[in-house]
C-alpha cells in the first residue's frame, strides 16, 4: 500500500459514486458512437467494490483487474450468476454477504491501528516516552470508538447473513450504525490534524517511524494471506472511506428491498442520514481527489476534463480530454470485452511545455470542415424531442420498462450524433516537436475556459519530457478513477428528476460594464444551452473607445430547455490579417466570461429582475425576464386599427392600396441592401428598444421611416419584420386553413401532397397570398448566400415557420401541446410547411390562379 501523498480534508463524493438507474453514459459508446460491449450488471456475477487505495477517491465499479485490498465474493450456492436484478431478496444476500467481507477488512485494519496504542499509552508515563498522552490521543482520536462500532454491527449482521432466510430483517442495525456517524464526524475533523501531528512524530521519532511504517494487518479468515504491511498513514484513511461504502451499500439494499418490506422505511432513514452526513463534510476538496503518483514518486493533478469534439483523418470523433498539471492527454474509452474494467485508450498527448497555440496567421491551412447540413440538425432535435414525449407518455402510462429503456437508448443515439456534429468553432492546439490537433467545440465560452487553464499552467517552470510505455498506462490507467466529468452531456443521461430547464423566451437588457484598464472597442455575446450544448444568440452593438461602455440594448432570445446563460464580453478586432484560416473568420479577443444559472423561480416573474455578473475584474450590469412558450404564443390583435401592428393585412394593403405592406417591402428591401451578408440573419435577435422604436413609426406612419431604417442596426430591422408577421391577429396563412396545411404536408405521395399544398395557396386570400410569396422569393435570395451568412433554407424555415403558421390563441388552444415541449410536433410540422415551398421552383401568383385543380381538395 503507497503512502498518501497529500493532506487536507477529502471529498467524500458519493454523488459521483452512486450509480444510476439508466446507464447510457459514455461508458456505453466508444468516440464514433458504437455501441460497447457491456459487462455483467452490477451486482451481478461480481460484487461492486470501492477501490480502497489512499490515492483514489471512492469509486463504485466493477471489479477491476487489478487487485486493491477489496473482495470479490463468490455468489451464494443456489443462486444463478447474473441473477436479474428484479430478484429482490436473492440480490440482498449479494449485497450483504459482499458488505459483510469488506466489513472484517475494515475491522481487521482498525485493530491493526490500535494495536500500537497500548504499548505507546503505557511508555508515555516512563522516563523514555515514545509519544506523549497528548499526541496518542491526537493521532488515534476516537479509533476505539470506530472500532467497537462497527464490531458490534459485525457481531449483530454476521449470523444473519449466514443463517439467512426470506423473512430477515437487518434495516435496524443500518439504522442505528447511522445515528452514531457523529463518531465520524469527530474523527473527520480531526483527521488534518492527526495526519500532520503522525507526521511530526515520525521525523522525530526512529523508533515511532518503524511502528508507523509497517503496521500489520490480519487477513480475511478464509485468505491464503495472514498478514499485510500498511502504513499508519494509509490506515488513518480507512474511516473515511468507509462512511462512502456504507452508503454506497444503503442505495443498494434499497433497490433491492421491496417497498413493503419491514426494512424499507428503516433503510431509507439510514440511507438520508448518511447521505446528509456525506453532504455535511463534502465542502473541502481533496486534492488526492485529482491526482496520480507518477513512477518516479512525484504528483500529478488532473485539473480540468470534458468531452470534446476531434477533427481526425477529416472526421469527427468524440473525446474525452485530461488535462493534468503538466500534460494534456486526448483519450477515448476501450472497448471491453464483458466482466472487465473499462479504461481509457490514449490517442495522443502533448506535455504543456511543448504546447502551443497557434496564432491565426501561423496556423497552417487545414482540410476544409465542412459543417452538418442545418436540416439534418434540426432533424436530430425534432426526433429527440418526439422520443421525449414518447418517454413521458409512457411513463405516465406506467408502461414497461424495457419499452422506457429502448427509447432513451434511441434519444442517446440521436442526441449523442447530434453532440458530435452541431459544434464548428476551431480550437487548435500544436505540439511545437510535430503535430497539430483540432478540436471543434459549440460555444466561444467553452474555447477560452480550456486555453485559459492551460495558459495558467504553462506560467509555473514547465519541463518537457516524453512518458516511457509504462508511465502513459500508469496515467491513461489513472483517468477513469480521476476524471470529474463521468458522462456524455446528452439529456438522455440526466436522472427524472433533474430541472428539465425553461422553454419560452428570455428578455435580456445588456446595461453597461465598468473595470476596464484601458479604452477599447467592446461588445458582449450570449449563449444559452440547448439540447445539451451552448450557442450564441445575441450580439450587442461595438461600442468605441471607451472604458464604460453603455450599451442598454434589450434582447428576446428563445429557450429550448435552457438552464444556463453566459454572458462574454470581447474587444473588437480590426485587423484583417487576424483571420482564423479554420472558418474565415476574424479572432476577437475574450475580455471577460461569466454564467449564471436561470433558476425558475427567479427567472419567472413579470418584473424585470438585474443582476451583475464579475468577470476577471469586469463587471457587467443586466437585467432579465422570463415568457413562458405558452405566453409568447398568443396573437392580440390591436385596438388601435389606424396602425399597421396587430392589424388584419386585407385591412392594412386596402388602406394603403397595396398589394404587399409598406413594412414588409422596406424591411425587406433593407436587409437585401445591406444586410444579405450579415451572419445569422434573422437568426440573432436585434436590440429589442430599437424594435419598439421601429414599430411605433411604421403605426405612426412616421416621414421620418427611410431616414430611421438607413441608420438602424440590421438585426433590429430582421427583428421588426418577423415581429410584424408574429403580431398579426391571424397568421398569415390563417387559422381556417392551418389544419389543412397540418394534413397536407404529412402526405406521403409526392403529387397528392404537390396537388394539396398549392390547392392550399389558391385558397389564400389575395393579399396574404401575394406577401407569402414575396417573402418567399426575399427568403430564398436570403439561402442563396449562405456560405457567407450560414443562413440555409432551413434555418429560415426553423425561424419564420411558426410565425406565419401558428394559430392564433383561440385556435391553438386545440393543438398546443405541452408549453414546455418547444420541438412539438405543431412546430416541426409549421417549418416543415414552409420550407416545403421554400424548395419548391418558383410560384407565379398569375400561374397559380390559372391553373385548375386535379382533383378538388375539401377545406
Same mark, same amino acid.
Given at each position: 500500500?503507497?503512502?498518501?501523498?497529500?493532506?487536507?480534508? /477529502?471529498?467524500?463524493?458519493?454523488?459521483?459514486?452512486?450509480?444510476?438507474?439508466?446507464?447510457?453514459? @459514455?461508458? +456505453?459508446?466508444? #468516440?464514433?458512437?458504437?455501441?460497447?460491449?457491456?459487462?455483467?450488471?452490477?451486482?451481478?456475477?461480481?460484487?461492486?467494490?470501492?477501490?480502497?487505495?489512499?490515492?483514489?477517491? /471512492?469509486?463504485?465499479?466493477?471489479?477491476?483487474?487489478?487487485?486493491?485490498?477489496?473482495?470479490?465474493? *463468490?455468489?451464494?450456492?443456489?443462486?444463478?450468476?447474473?441473477?436479474?436484478?428484479?430478484?429482490?431478496?436473492?440480490?440482498?444476500?449479494?449485497?450483504?454477504?459482499?458488505?459483510? #467481507?469488506?466489513?472484517?477488512?475494515?475491522?481487521?485494519?482498525?485493530?491493526?491501528?490500535?494495536?500500537?496504542?497500548?504499548?505507546?499509552?503505557?511508555?508515555?508515563?516512563?522516563?523514555?516516552?515514545?509519544?506523549?498522552?497528548?499526541?496518542?490521543?491526537?493521532?488515534?482520536?476516537?479509533?476505539?470508538?470506530?472500532?467497537?462500532?462497527?464490531?458490534?454491527?459485525?457481531?449483530?449482521?454476521?449470523?444473519?447473513?449466514?443463517?439467512?432466510?426470506?423473512?430477515?430483517?437487518?434495516?435496524?442495525?443500518?439504522?442505528?450504525?447511522?445515528?452514531?456517524?457523529?463518531?465520524?464526524?469527530?474523527?473527520?475533523?480531526?483527521?488534518?490534524?492527526?495526519?500532520?501531528?503522525?507526521?511530526?512524530?515520525?521525523?522525530?521519532?526512529?523508533?515511532?517511524?518503524?511502528?508507523?511504517? &509497517?503496521?500489520?494487518?490480519?487477513?480475511?479468515?478464509?485468505?491464503?494471506?495472514?498478514?499485510?504491511?500498511? *502504513?499508519?498513514?494509509?490506515?488513518?484513511?480507512?474511516?473515511?472511506?468507509?462512511?462512502?461504502?456504507?452508503?454506497?451499500?444503503?442505495?443498494?439494499?434499497?433497490?433491492?428491498?421491496?417497498?413493503?418490506?419491514?426494512?424499507?422505511?428503516?433503510?431509507?432513514?439510514?440511507?438520508?442520514?448518511?447521505?446528509?452526513? $456525506?453532504?455535511?463534510?463534502?465542502?473541502?476538496?481533496?486534492?488526492?481527489?485529482?491526482?496520480?503518483?507518477?513512477?518516479?514518486?512525484?504528483?500529478?493533478?488532473?485539473?480540468?476534463?470534458?468531452?470534446?469534439?476531434?477533427?481526425?483523418?477529416?472526421?469527427?470523433?468524440?473525446?474525452?480530454?485530461?488535462?493534468?498539471?503538466?500534460?494534456?492527454?486526448?483519450?477515448?474509452?476501450?472497448?471491453?470485452?464483458?466482466?472487465?474494467?473499462?479504461?481509457?485508450?490514449?490517442?495522443?498527448?502533448?506535455?504543456?511545455?511543448?504546447?502551443?497555440?497557434?496564432? /491565426?496567421?501561423?496556423?497552417?491551412?487545414?482540410?476544409?470542415?465542412?459543417?452538418?447540413?442545418?436540416?439534418?440538425?434540426?432533424?436530430?432535435?425534432?426526433?429527440?424531442?418526439?422520443?421525449?414525449?414518447?418517454?413521458?407518455?409512457?411513463?405516465?402510462?406506467?408502461?414497461?420498462?424495457?419499452?422506457?429503456?429502448?427509447?432513451?437508448?434511441?434519444?442517446?443515439?440521436?442526441?449523442?450524433?447530434?453532440?458530435?456534429?452541431?459544434?464548428?468553432?476551431?480550437?487548435?492546439?500544436?505540439?511545437?516537436?510535430?503535430?497539430?490537433?483540432?478540436?471543434?467545440?459549440?460555444?466561444?465560452?467553452?474555447?477560452?475556459?480550456?486555453?485559459?487553464?492551460?495558459?495558467?499552467?504553462?506560467?509555473?517552470?514547465?519541463? @518537457?519530457?516524453?512518458?516511457?510505455?509504462?508511465?502513459?498506462?500508469?496515467?491513461?490507467?489513472?483517468?477513469?478513477?480521476?476524471?470529474?466529468?463521468?458522462?456524455?452531456?446528452?439529456?438522455?443521461?440526466?436522472?427524472?428528476?433533474?430541472?428539465?430547464?425553461?422553454?419560452?423566451?428570455?428578455?435580456?437588457?445588456?446595461?453597461?460594464?465598468?473595470?476596464?484598464?484601458?479604452?477599447?472597442?467592446?461588445?458582449?455575446?450570449?449563449?444559452?444551452?440547448?439540447?445539451?450544448?451552448?450557442?450564441?444568440?445575441?450580439?450587442?452593438?461595438?461600442?468605441?473607445?471607451?472604458?464604460?461602455?453603455?450599451?442598454?440594448?434589450?434582447?428576446?432570445?428563445?429557450?429550448?430547455?435552457?438552464?444556463?446563460?453566459?454572458?462574454?464580453?470581447?474587444?473588437?478586432?480590426?485587423?484583417? *490579417?487576424?483571420?482564423?484560416?479554420?472558418?474565415?473568420?476574424?479572432?476577437?479577443?475574450?475580455?471577460?466570461?461569466?454564467?449564471?444559472?436561470?433558476?425558475?423561480?427567479?427567472?419567472?416573474?413579470?418584473?424585470?429582475?438585474?443582476?451583475?455578473?464579475?468577470?476577471?475584474?469586469?463587471?457587467?450590469?443586466?437585467?432579465?425576464?422570463?415568457?413562458?412558450?405558452?405566453?409568447?404564443?398568443?396573437?392580440?390583435?390591436?385596438?388601435?386599427?389606424?396602425?399597421?401592428?396587430?392589424?388584419?393585412?386585407?385591412?392594412?394593403?386596402?388602406?394603403?392600396?397595396?398589394?404587399?405592406?409598406?413594412?414588409?417591402?422596406?424591411?425587406?428591401?433593407?436587409?437585401?441592401?445591406?444586410?444579405?451578408?450579415?451572419?445569422?440573419?434573422?437568426?440573432?435577435?436585434?436590440?429589442?428598444?430599437?424594435?419598439?422604436?421601429?414599430?411605433?413609426?411604421?403605426?405612426?406612419?412616421?416621414?421620418?421611416?427611410?431616414?430611421? $431604417?438607413?441608420?438602424?442596426?440590421?438585426? #433590429?430591422?430582421?427583428?421588426?419584420?418577423?415581429?410584424?408577421?408574429?403580431?398579426?391577429?391571424?397568421?398569415?396563412?390563417?387559422?381556417? $386553413?392551418?389544419? #389543412?396545411?397540418?394534413?397536407?404536408?404529412? $402526405?406521403?405521395?409526392?403529387? @397528392?401532397?404537390?396537388?394539396?399544398?398549392?390547392?392550399?395557396?389558391?385558397?389564400?386570400?389575395?393579399?396574404?397570398?401575394?406577401?407569402?410569396?414575396?417573402?418567399?422569393?426575399?427568403?430564398?435570395?436570403?439561402? &442563396?448566400?449562405?456560405?457567407?451568412?450560414?443562413?440555409?433554407?432551413?434555418?429560415?424555415?426553423?425561424?419564420?415557420?411558426?410565425?406565419?403558421?401558428?394559430?392564433?390563441?383561440?385556435?391553438?388552444?386545440?393543438?398546443?401541446?405541452?408549453?414546455?415541449?418547444?420541438?412539438?410536433?405543431?412546430?416541426?410540422?409549421?417549418?416543415?410547411?414552409?420550407?416545403?415551398?421554400?424548395?419548391?421552383?418558383?410560384?407565379?401568383?398569375?400561374?397559380?390562379?390559372?391553373?385548375?385543380?386535379?382533383?378538388?381538395? +375539401?377545406?
Amino acid at each position: 500500500m503507497e503512502p498518501l501523498s497529500h493532506r487536507g480534508l /477529502p471529498r467524500l463524493s458519493w454523488i459521483d459514486t452512486l450509480y444510476s438507474n439508466f446507464s447510457y453514459g @459514455a461508458e +456505453d459508446y466508444d #468516440a464514433e458512437g458504437h455501441e460497447e460491449q457491456k459487462g455483467p450488471p452490477e451486482g451481478s456475477e461480481t460484487m461492486p467494490y470501492i477501490d480502497e487505495s489512499p490515492t483514489m477517491s /471512492p469509486q463504485l465499479s466493477a471489479r477491476s483487474q487489478s487487485g486493491g485490498d477489496s473482495i470479490s465474493p *463468490t455468489p451464494p450456492e443456489g443462486l444463478a450468476p447474473g441473477v436479474e436484478a428484479g430478484k429482490g431478496l436473492e440480490m440482498r444476500k449479494l449485497v450483504l454477504s459482499g458488505f459483510l #467481507a469488506s466489513e472484517e477488512i475494515y475491522i481487521n485494519q482498525l485493530e491493526a491501528l490500535l494495536l500500537p496504542m497500548k504499548p505507546l499509552k503505557a511508555t508515555a508515563t516512563t522516563s523514555q516516552p515514545v509519544l506523549t498522552i497528548q499526541q496518542i490521543e491526537t493521532i488515534f482520536y476516537k479509533i476505539q470508538d470506530i472500532y467497537e462500532i462497527h464490531k458490534e454491527f459485525y457481531d449483530n449482521l454476521c449470523p444473519k447473513v449466514q443463517q439467512w432466510d426470506s423473512q430477515v430483517t437487518m434495516g435496524h442495525l443500518f439504522q442505528k450504525l447511522a445515528s452514531q456517524l457523529g463518531v465520524y464526524k469527530a474523527f473527520v475533523d480531526n483527521y488534518k490534524v492527526a495526519l500532520e501531528t503522525a507526521e511530526k512524530c515520525s521525523q522525530s521519532n526512529n523508533q515511532f517511524q518503524k511502528i508507523s511504517e &509497517e503496521l500489520k494487518v490480519k487477513g480475511p479468515k478464509d485468505s491464503k494471506d495472514s498478514h499485510t504491511s500498511v *502504513t499508519m498513514e494509509a490506515l488513518l484513511y480507512k474511516p473515511i472511506d468507509r462512511v462512502t461504502r456504507s452508503t454506497l451499500v444503503l442505495h443498494d439494499l434499497l433497490k433491492h428491498t421491496p417497498v413493503d418490506h419491514p426494512d424499507y422505511p428503516l433503510l431509507q432513514d439510514a440511507l438520508r442520514i448518511s447521505q446528509n452526513f $456525506l453532504s455535511s463534510i463534502n465542502e473541502d476538496i481533496d486534492p488526492r481527489r485529482t491526482a496520480v503518483t507518477t513512477p518516479k514518486g512525484e504528483t500529478r493533478q488532473l485539473v480540468k476534463d470534458g468531452f470534446l469534439v476531434e477533427m481526425s483523418e477529416s472526421s469527427r470523433k468524440l473525446r474525452h480530454v485530461f488535462l493534468f498539471t503538466d500534460v494534456l492527454l486526448c483519450a477515448k474509452l476501450k472497448k471491453t470485452s464483458a466482466g472487465k474494467h473499462q479504461q481509457y485508450d490514449c490517442k495522443w498527448y502533448i506535455p504543456l511545455a511543448d504546447l502551443v497555440f497557434p496564432s /491565426p496567421e501561423e496556423s497552417e491551412a487545414s482540410p476544409q470542415v465542412h459543417p452538418f447540413p442545418d436540416h439534418e440538425l434540426e432533424d436530430m432535435k425534432m426526433k429527440i424531442s418526439a422520443l421525449k414525449s414518447e418517454i413521458q407518455k409512457e411513463k405516465a402510462n406506467k408502461g414497461q420498462s424495457r419499452a422506457i429503456e429502448r427509447l432513451k437508448k434511441k434519444m442517446f443515439e440521436n442526441e449523442f450524433l447530434l453532440l458530435l456534429n452541431s459544434p464548428t468553432i476551431p480550437f487548435r492546439i500544436h505540439n511545437r516537436n510535430g503535430k497539430s490537433y483540432l478540436f471543434l467545440l459549440s460555444s466561444d465560452y467553452e474555447r477560452s475556459e480550456w486555453r485559459e487553464a492551460i495558459q495558467k499552467l504553462q506560467k509555473k517552470d514547465l519541463q @518537457a519530457f516524453v512518458l516511457s510505455s509504462v508511465e502513459l498506462q500508469v496515467l491513461t490507467g489513472s483517468c477513469f478513477k480521476l476524471r470529474t466529468v463521468h458522462n456524455i452531456p446528452v439529456t438522455s443521461n440526466k436522472d427524472d428528476d433533474e430541472s428539465p430547464g425553461l422553454y419560452g423566451f428570455l428578455h435580456v437588457i445588456v446595461h453597461s460594464a465598468k473595470g476596464f484598464k484601458q479604452s477599447a472597442n467592446l461588445y458582449c455575446t450570449l449563449e444559452v444551452d440547448s439540447f445539451g450544448y451552448f450557442v450564441s444568440k445575441a450580439k450587442t452593438r461595438v461600442f468605441r473607445d471607451t472604458t464604460e461602455p453603455k450599451w442598454d440594448e434589450e434582447f428576446e432570445i428563445e429557450l429550448e430547455g435552457s438552464q444556463s446563460l453566459r454572458i462574454l464580453c470581447y474587444e473588437k478586432c480590426y485587423d484583417k *490579417t487576424k483571420v482564423n484560416k479554420d472558418n474565415n473568420e476574424i479572432v476577437d479577443k475574450i475580455m471577460g466570461k461569466g454564467q449564471i444559472q436561470l433558476d425558475p423561480q427567479t427567472v419567472e416573474t413579470k418584473n424585470w429582475h438585474t443582476d451583475v455578473i464579475e468577470m476577471n475584474g469586469i463587471k457587467v450590469e443586466f437585467s432579465m425576464k422570463f415568457t413562458s412558450r405558452d405566453m409568447s404564443l398568443k396573437r392580440t390583435p390591436s385596438k388601435k386599427q389606424t396602425g399597421v401592428f396587430g392589424v388584419k393585412i386585407s385591412v392594412v394593403t386596402k388602406r394603403e392600396r397595396s398589394k404587399v405592406p409598406y413594412i414588409v417591402r422596406q424591411c425587406v428591401e433593407e436587409v437585401e441592401k445591406r444586410g444579405i451578408e450579415e451572419v445569422g440573419i434573422y437568426r440573432i435577435s436585434g436590440v429589442a428598444t430599437d424594435i419598439q422604436a421601429l414599430k411605433a413609426v411604421f403605426d405612426a406612419n412616421n416621414k421620418d421611416i427611410l431616414l430611421m $431604417l438607413s441608420d438602424m442596426d440590421i438585426n #433590429a430591422i430582421a427583428g421588426t419584420l418577423k415581429l410584424y408577421f408574429r403580431e398579426l391577429p391571424e397568421p398569415l396563412l390563417t387559422d381556417r $386553413l392551418y389544419p #389543412a396545411f397540418m394534413e397536407g404536408i404529412a $402526405l406521403s405521395d409526392p403529387a @397528392a401532397k404537390e396537388n394539396c399544398m398549392m390547392h392550399l395557396l389558391r385558397s389564400l386570400p389575395d393579399p396574404n397570398l401575394i406577401t407569402f410569396l414575396f417573402l418567399l422569393e426575399h427568403l430564398k435570395r436570403v439561402a &442563396e448566400k449562405e456560405p457567407i451568412n450560414k443562413m440555409s433554407l432551413h434555418n429560415l424555415a426553423t425561424v419564420f415557420g411558426p410565425t406565419l403558421l401558428r394559430p392564433s390563441e383561440v385556435e391553438s388552444k386545440a393543438h398546443l401541446t405541452s408549453a414546455a415541449d418547444i420541438w412539438s410536433h405543431d412546430v416541426m410540422a409549421q417549418v416543415q410547411v414552409l420550407l416545403y415551398y421554400l424548395q419548391h421552383p418558383p410560384i407565379s401568383f398569375a400561374e397559380l390562379k390559372r391553373n385548375t385543380l386535379y382533383f378538388s381538395t +375539401d377545406v
